[in-house]
């Protein structure tokens, strides 16, 4: 399987701040790496897709980047819906694998 | 719009076996494949497995191989997951979720609201 590794697990954020999670991939995944935004209790919802496409209706202060096994998602100007927790999953191999998830808390 | 619904809690006891229907609307619903995906308490996502459109194939993964079974209702388009043999360990979330695309089958994009299923005795 196709290991996926984010960090930091936890993040401290105000309000307007810009922050950056990070994945890495066990494996050359090419660009083929999603990123979920998930709230308590609610199901996880797709932010970014192809490492830098947008899902339609998301925000355009989310952006990612990153190809081979090196990804970023970078939220700008942080708003309070934003702390939340977030995934990274790759989508190479049919057995897709989630990273391990960044909370995003507010400082 | 693409619309998931899942059936409700349950609670089973160890060794039972598991059922979970998802019902679809919005879509063409043999078009798309459907995954499966768990969450227990705390933790990360983790895929079990998923149904191909169109052929209804299915995929499963290796943690869970002789385990899971996918089916689906095309005429009442509802999917279904199957999970025997249950443990405490099995005790979590369990999302049904749409692929993103005909073509990008790998991608589970839309996700229905998830059924807690606790294994208790």
């Known amino acids: 399987d196709i290991q996926m590794t984010q960090s930091p697990s936890t993040l401290s954020a105000s309000i307007g701040d810009r922050v950056t999670i990070t994945c890495r991939a066990s494996?050359?995944?090419?660009?083929?790496l999603a990123w979920f935004q998930q709230k308590p209790g609610k199901a996880p919802e797709l932010l970014v897709y192809?490492?830098?496409t947008l899902q339609s209706g998301v925000p355009s202060r989310f952006s990612g980047s990153g190809s081979g096994t090196e990804f970023t998602l970078t939220i700008n100007s942080l708003r309070p819906d934003d702390f939340a927790t977030y995934y990274c999953?790759?989508?190479?191999?049919?057995?897709?694998?989630f990273g391990q998830g960044t909370t995003l808390e507010i400082k | 719009q693409v619309q998931l619904v899942q059936s409700g809690a349950e609670v089973k006891m160890p060794g039972a076996s598991l059922k979970l229907s998802c019902k679809a609307s919005?879509?063409?619903?043999?078009?798309?494949?459907m995954h499966w995906v768990r969450q227990a308490p705390g933790q990360s996502l983790e895929w079990m497995g998923r149904?191909?459109?169109?052929?209804?194939?299915?995929k499963y993964s290796q943690n869970f191989q002789d385990r899971v079974t996918l089916t689906w209702d095309t005429s009442a388009k509802i999917a279904y997951m199957e999970l025997s043999s249950l443990g405490s360990g099995d005790t979590a979330i369990y999302f049904c979720?749409?692929?993103?695309?005909?073509?990008?089958?790998?991608?589970?994009?839309?996700w229905g609201q998830g059924t807690l299923v606790t294994v208790s005795s």
């Open positions: 919005g879509y063409t619903f043999t078009s798309f494949a």
């Open positions: 494996q050359n995944i090419n660009i083929w």
């Open positions: 979720a749409r692929a993103l695309s005909m073509t990008v089958v790998a991608l589970p994009g839309h």
């Open positions: 999953q790759q989508y190479l191999s049919h057995h897709v694998t």
């Open positions: 149904i191909n459109g169109g052929s209804g194939n299915t």
């Open positions: 192809m490492a830098s």
